[in-house]
């Protein structure tokens, strides 16, 4: 590991600076990727602003109904929290579907949003990666391509997401709140917040230097039968080969994202319309465009089968 500085802040505006002003700075919470990837020496900030102290851990209703949740709240505390389950059920289930117990208990809903991808050819320093490093290449285009994207992706990346809280999010509408360097805040729609890899697949989100995420806001509860299956290749502590998360309601109607298949949580509103319709026609145009290879085309069957499993059981219940 690389010598690095350290420094504690006791307000988001003074930790705004402080990762603004020193160049390669990074937040610190949890820590649950970003000490993972200092130990593979592909995150080597020069300097760590240490956030836990800014009290942005609490779970508080909003004046319009929603909820608004610190960007320090830990995985678990979000996933057992009383209104969560009660009317954010879909993200509750996503959390608990996240990662073990000892993770949940240290990861952050901000750090959450911005963990980054588990593309094995990421994480190997010898392979070309232009993620890690721009301009490189990328050795996963015409590599093992089993986990890699179906959509979204470009001829520089075909990385996923590996966040399945995100993708929960992505389907209850949430907002990021932010603060500045200056002290100006602004709120981002989840679904602008992760962003498509095009040419530059090294800038993940709408984040702009400095920029710290101070609390995710949910809208007021949807109603319906909340759900969220993840599919695996192993029962515990594995990423999503395709996860879907649904709220569907008693006519069949609802708001469905996808996870696993592409860059960002996937959502496609117009193919929300043909819920009352099917899997089979949801998923034709939830994936319309998509680019596959011989390893990674079973996702899309994937994607339809999982629906349809999840639309019969939501009818039965």
Known sequence: MRVFTYQRVETPVEAAVAAATVPGARFIAGGTNLLDLMKLEIETPAHLVDINGLGLDRIEPTADGGLR????????????????RRD??????????????????KATTAGNLLQRTRCPYFYDTNQACNKRQPGSGCS??????????????????????????????RVLDAQVETVRPGGATR???????HRLPGTTPHIETALRPGELITGVILPKPLGGQHLYHKVR????????????????????????A???????????EEAERHLPRGAGAVTERLLQGARTTEENAFKIPLVQRTLAAMLAGAKKG
């Open 69 to 84: 949740i610190g960007a320090l709240v830990r995985n678990t505390a979000l996933a057992a929290d009383a209104t969560v």
């Open 88 to 105: 954010y059920g879909v993200l509750s289930r996503a959390l608990l579907a996240g990662a073990s117990a000892q993770l949940r208990n």
């Open 187 to 193: 709120t981002i729609p989840i679904a602008d917040f």
């Open 258 to 268: 996808v996870g696993g298949v592409a860059h960002k949580p996937w959502r496609v």
């Open 233 to 256: 290749d192993r029962a515990s502590y594995a990423f999503a080969l395709v996860s879907v998360a649904l709220v569907v309601q008693r006519d069949g109607s609802g708001r469905l």
């Open 140 to 169: 996963a285009i015409g590599g093992f391509s089993r986990t890699h994207a179906v959509i979204g992706a470009s001829d520089a990346c075909v990385a996923t997401h590996p966040s399945d809280m995100a993708v929960a999010m």
